[in-house]
């Protein structure tokens, strides 16, 4: 689904390429209380970050977890949405809301029912 597709970007018309690379939790790398999701769009990096007060949201509320898989499919959709409503090229990170990694989370899930499971994510070696 969202962890290696392409989009056009809306401003440029160019057709982007979108993979996931690696997600991180944010504490060690940048002391931030989020996970660090990384894709690269036509081999740039890009990086979508996704509060860590979702995880507890998500868990308080439904009683079920937020996963690594489920992690990059929610940044992967927010990040096509960008490009196609016309994000900054020259960020190198953005940053969801808890209500926008909730929401996207519908989303995806609603998405890898229909399709009957969700994509697991590649080995990168």
Known sequence: MYEDFRVTDRWSGELLHCRWKG??????????????VRFEVN???????????????????????????LAAQIAGRFLKQLIEEGYDSQREIYTMTVEEVLAQLEVVVTEARAQGELPTLPVLA
């Open 23 to 36: 997600t991180l939790v944010a504490i060690a790398t940048r002391h931030a209380d989020a996970v660090d």
């Open 43 to 69: 081999g740039r990096p890009m990086w979508i970050a996704l509060p860590l007060e979702a995880w507890g949201r998500q868990k308080q509320q439904t009683g079920k977890v937020i996963t690594d898989q």
